[in-house]
């Protein structure tokens, strides 16, 4: 629907059963965050926080908790959208059918944003005047984790040069000067690094504004990996079925639909520390030093209400939102990648970390012996491709006699590993750029990547329990061996002495396996802190596995070696346990979990969600 506010689609989620007001007191110190992820877990409605402690304002969460809730606030452009990013990617779509794309031109009328004069309803508050929500134990303060952060460029300002992403805003904590200073966390190739390195060359400040609330299409375009060309506040308009509305305060940018706007100006070189931080990896993001906005208004509206979410081991709400963008995207990645048909950034590992793909393979059609050849072309675009670029692992195949989903993921991961090559087919890519949030590497941002590519008929059947030799390995360091899946055993590894004693463990591993006479139905080996919990569930798998490993530090191999600077093994073996380095895991305060269970006890507001029952 073209909802003009926030309010309006609280309203209409709770007239249609997907939202819930909680009007007990909360504690927006971990409480909120806690009650939401246990609601989000119970695939629950929207919450309304009515009552927060040291705060006028209230607050909701779990808007995008659901696809199936998603889709229905945007029922009435859903489809529309979906044609014009389409007509997008393929403008001669409506060259060859004008009459079926009519509809996108109409829904296009809506996009361009519109100037207004200086809004009315807005009053000047201060940070501390909102609602400072701390979603995990460790944060460093309160964060605002929907923002929508808004700047232009020095060069060519205006709107229509204008960049919205969604980078966290930290408001207290650290050496902020609370309602005088906030941190904002990006990296320098954002659109709003671009405008401040920008800013840099000219010596300026650049201005920034940070909106938050508003109609949900304002928050979704926020993080919409959007065609080239395509403005996110085009986007905003057109998904939210009406023209985004701003106005200029001072010279900064106010969207006049949003509940509260922070104005201020980021200064060249001047940056504090920011963080920690519960991350989407489901570890902390540690502290490190980024832009410190000074802060110069902010503002809130009338009955503002300040939406959040809580980011932490996927599945959480920013898996929703995944899943919408991509039915929203539809053929996109196809578009820009030749010869991929399928991309999969792994929800369960984070999203960075592991991508399955499926792509074509046309170059070596009638050679005896099929190897990866174009599969390793698409390959390295998709590595080179926008957010794709942090994947550290990618495992991709060729669709060929039968068909291929990278959707039903052990399937996925099973064909490939009953065809892959390992002496061949690993392409390893060393001392480059990952995900800042994974802490897996060799410092911020470094790390390395590797292929895993497969074609062809099947070379190998898959163990369906755990190896012989495994069950009687003479290492103590190494126990309670555990099938995972067919081709993949998971071994309980001792904690690290140093990191540098890991390589000499695994190089006896590989050399007991070698010694009993290999393990040829046994591709992938995983060293872990704990086997049991791995093996427990394929997410547990995914997400330990490929978090905890870097490829070019922690991936071994049985009957290892070079061939022309090209390394090979029989079997791989990935190091997944803790390493020293790596950041704490996300656990919750138990403290606060028991403070909750008021709110899910008999007859309390959200006992029913606890029991699967409707609202």
């Not at 959007?226 to 009406?242: D, I, N």
């Amino acid at each position: 629907m073209g909802y003009r506010t926030l309010e309006e689609c609280i309203i209409d989620l709770e007239k249609h059963g997907h939202l819930v007001r909680i009007r007990e007191e909360v504690d927006p110190d971990l409480e909120m965050a806690a009650i939401h992820m246990k609601v989000y877990e119970a695939g629950g409605p929207a919450l309304l926080f009515q009552n927060i402690k040291g705060s006028k304002f209230r607050a909701v969460s779990n808007l995008f908790g659901t696809i199936e809730r998603s889709k229905f606030i945007f029922r009435d452009t859903f489809e529309k959208v979906q044609g014009v990013i389409a007509l997008r990617n393929d403008p001669m779509k409506a060259l060859r059918n004008p009459i079926g794309y009519f509809g996108t031109g109409v829904a296009a009328s809506k996009a361009l944003p519109i100037k207004k004069s200086v809004p009315s309803g807005f009053r000047e508050i201060a940070i501390s005047d909102m609602p400072l929500i701390k979603s995990w134990p460790m944060d460093g303060g309160a964060f605002v984790t929907l923002p929508q952060v808004y700047s232009e460029d020095p060069d060519k300002p205006g709107i229509m040069n204008s960049n919205l992403g969604m980078y966290r805003v930290q408001l207290t904590g650290n050496e902020y000067e609370l309602n005088k200073e906030v941190g904002v966390h990006y990296q320098i190739h954002r659109g709003i690094g671009v405008h401040q390195h920008h800013a840099n060359k000219l010596g300026k400040p650049l201005k920034v504004s940070c909106f938050i609330g508003g109609p949900p299409a304002h928050t979704l375009s926020a993080v919409m990996p959007l065609p080239e060309g395509m403005s996110e506040l085009t986007f905003a308009g057109l998904l939210g079925g009406r023209n985004f509305r701003y106005s200029y305060v001072e010279g900064h940018c106010i969207s006049n639909d949003a509940d509260f706007v922070i104005t201020g100006e980021i200064y060249p070189d001047e940056t504090k520390p920011e963080g920690p931080f519960g991350d989407h990896l489901g570890y902390y993001s540690l502290i490190h030093n980024f832009p410190v906005m000074r802060v110069h208004k902010v503002y809130a509206k009338e009955g503002a209400i300040f939406p959040f979410t809580v980011v932490g081991r996927p599945p959480q709400e920013d898996t929703s939102f995944g899943a919408l963008i991509h039915e929203l995207t539809g053929s996109a990645i196809k578009q820009e990648i030749k010869g991929a048909k399928e991309v999969h950034a792994v929800d369960a590992a984070g999203v960075h970390p592991l991508l399955f793909a499926i792509g074509s393979e046309r170059y070596t059609p009638y050679q005896q012996v099929k190897q990866p050849a174009e599969l390793l072309t698409i390959a390295n675009r998709i590595l080179g491709t926008g957010q794709l670029s942090l994947a550290k692992y990618l495992f991709i195949a060729a669709e060929e006699r039968q068909p291929l989903t990278t959707h039903d993921m052990p399937r996925f991961l099973g064909y490939i590993l009953e065809r892959i090559n390992l002496q061949r087919d690993l392409h390893f890519q060393t001392n480059t750029t990952i995900d800042t949030l994974d802490y897996s590497g060799t410092g911020l941002n470094q790390g390395s990547k590797v292929i895993f590519a497969a074609v062809g008929e099947p070379v190998r059947e898959l163990c369906g329990e755990v190896p012989e030799v495994l069950k009687g390995l003479a290492l103590p360091y190494l126990t309670e061996p555990r099938l995972v899946m067919p081709g993949v055993v998971a071994l309980q590894g001792s904690a690290f002495a140093n990191y540098e004693s890991a390589g000499e463990q695994m190089e006896q591993l590989s050399v007991a396996i070698e010694a009993a006479g290999g393990m040829p139905d046994c591709p992938m080996i995983v060293v872990c802190d704990d086997s049991d919990f791995l093996s427990a569930t394929f997410d547990n798998f995914l997400w330990a596995t490929f978090t905890r490993s870097n490829p070019s530090h922690d991936m071994y191999g049985v009957n290892s070696g070079y061939t022309f600077k090209h390394w090979g093994c029989d079997n791989v073996i990935i190091d997944a346990r803790r390493k020293p380095h790596q950041a704490p895991p996300l656990v919750p305060d138990p403290e606060v979990e028991e403070s909750i269970a008021r709110l899910f006890a008999p007859g309390a507001v959200l006992d029913h969600i606890v029991r699967g029952e409707d609202v």
